[in-house]
Structure formats: structure tokens, C-alpha cells
């Protein structure tokens, strides 16, 4: 993924975790890896692409997974 849009960001996060627990995740869980919640840097400028593998290895979520479902 090359240049990842805030739409789709979004689009993957409620995708795997669903609107609510996703929303949650995103506003309190600190990441293992950056030290801050997806929210925090996010609004600091962070590559979207970096948070979201990020959120991928902290909740196991599969390889298969790590690109949304194919709609």
C-alpha cells in the first residue's frame, strides 16, 4: 500500500474490529512499537500505513487480513 488515505485507514480498522471496539482501540490502546494510541499519531502526522501494520501486530491480526476483505 503506497500513500494510504485516511478513508481507508478507517475502512480497515472497523472492517476487522468493528465501529465501536475499533474506535475504542484507536483512542486508548498504546502501540507497542510507536508508544502512542493510533488517535495520538495520527493527529501528529504518522504514516498510516506504520500505525495501522502497527495495529495488525499488537492484535494478531492474520496476513490475511492485514489488506481488508475483498468486498
Not at 35 to 53: F, K, M, P, Q
Amino acid at each position: 500500500m503506497v500513500g494510504m488515505r485516511r478513508t481507508e485507514f478507517d475502512r480497515l480498522v472497523v472492517g476487522e474490529f468493528g465501529d465501536s471496539f475499533g474506535s475504542w482501540i484507536a483512542g486508548s490502546h498504546v502501540l507497542t512499537g510507536l508508544g502512542a494510541t493510533a488517535s495520538e499519531l495520527i493527529a501528529g502526522g504518522a504514516d498510516l500505513r506504520e500505525v495501522w501494520w502497527a495495529l495488525c501486530e499488537d492484535f494478531e491480526v492474520p496476513e490475511g487480513r492485514r489488506l481488508g476483505s475483498d468486498e
